[in-house]
């Protein structure tokens, strides 16, 4: 690959228009791209159209006109440079699997989407790597960070990375969504860039849940400190640098995500911590709240390779054994005394 940014004709499509993928969208047609977007539902489409504005997932926020939104998939991708996926990440297969009958073999694809896949305990490029087989894994990267969607749209200074097992692809990643609001470092590891994305959702459930209790700043600090702990044992497992699990894709999100009321993960853990039930909690929410799921594939995915995840356990236990928060924490805090360090890269 050899490709230079021209912002005339790179041909960029956006596949995903939730609060994500719309603020990012809006980033780079404010840099001069024009580009579409996919968006799932027919009315979110018209409002952009008619109002410029997407009420549902980012409201209050005006969208440039060079943003083409679109009903079909195949037009938004087809022919592209470069095509953004950021859909949740329970729908990344299915839209990857459709992409690839209209998707031309040299596009760029980036991933924006953060989780682990369920079933197969996979991440989001090694999901479009299987189903969009023809694509080099050279061409798919990721973009990673602490960046709430409604602070990126504001032009808020946010700092990200982009990662590929390519340098030339990530720094080609890197030149498309660079700007003066919008800094993008780029890195080679886009396991570890991906678990940190992943697991700092789970640890802002607990981080939610521990203020939903008010239980003070302490124990925050802990789950968080722990947390990365946990984020390490399970990244390197899986062959992901540590340095990675210390810089923005894994302790720069997991500090935003664990302390931000713009969380979704965190202020859903803060209402069970309140009281509330998931299902009340789910039911009442539009957008989806990763963690949820991503709780599941973490807990399943730490037993299959013999990991201890404490934290992760618990909110495991409060989501879908019915444990209470109350119960956890007296778990957590009696379990047997150790070397603080004692297995943090490795089982």
């Known amino acids: 690959m050899s490709k230079k940014v021209d912002i005339a004709n790179t041909r960029i499509g956006v596949v995903g228009a939730g609060s994500w993928g719309t603020a990012l969208a809006k980033l780079l047609a404010d840099k001069g791209f024009v580009l579409d977007l996919w968006v799932f539902e027919q009315d979110v489409k018209e409002q952009i159209e008619t109002d410029r504005e997407n009420k549902i997932f980012l409201p209050h926020i005006k969208l440039p006109d060079n943003i083409i939104p679109s009903n079909d998939l195949e037009s938004v991708v087809t022919e592209k440079d470069l095509v953004l996926v950021v859909v949740p990440s329970h729908f990344t297969r299915d839209v990857a699997g459709q992409m690839k009958n209209f998707i031309s073999p040299e596009t760029i694809i980036v991933t924006a989407s953060k989780g682990i896949e369920n079933k197969t305990h996979l991440t989001m490029t090694q999901i479009i790597e299987e189903k969009i ?34 340098r030339e692809v990530a720094e080609y990643v890197q030149e498309i969504f660079s700007c003066p609001t919008f800094r993008v470092y780029v890195n080679d590891d886009p396991i570890g860039t991906q678990i940190g994305g992943a697991m700092k959702n789970v640890v802002a459930i607990a981080a939610g849940i521990c203020d939903g209790m008010k239980m003070g700043l302490n124990p925050r600090a802990a789950l968080i400190t722990r947390g990365l702990t946990e984020m390490n044992r399970l990244g390197t497992k899986l062959g992901a640098d540590p340095l990675t699990l210390s810089g923005l894709a894994g302790v720069g999100d997991l500090l935003l995500t664990c302390t931000g009321e713009l969380s979704r993960n965190y202020t859903l853990g803060k209402q069970i911590g309140q009281g509330k039930h998931l299902e009340e909690i789910i039911s009442e929410m539009r957008m989806v709240a990763e963690g949820v799921k991503t709780t599941r594939s973490v807990y399943n995915l730490s037993k299959k390779l013999g990991i201890d995840l404490p934290i992760c356990n618990e909110v495991y236990a409060i989501l879908f054994e019915g444990l209470s928060v109350e119960e956890t924490v007296k778990r957590l805090m009696n379990r047997s005394l150790k070397h603080e360090l004692h297995g943090v890269l490795d089982s």
Do not use: H, Q, Y
């Open 133 to 166: 087989d023809f694509i080099p894994k050279e061409n798919i990267a990721v973009l990673s960070g602490p960046s709430f969607a409604k602070e990126v749209a504001n032009r808020v200074p946010t700092v990200v990375a982009a990662a590929s097992i390519s």
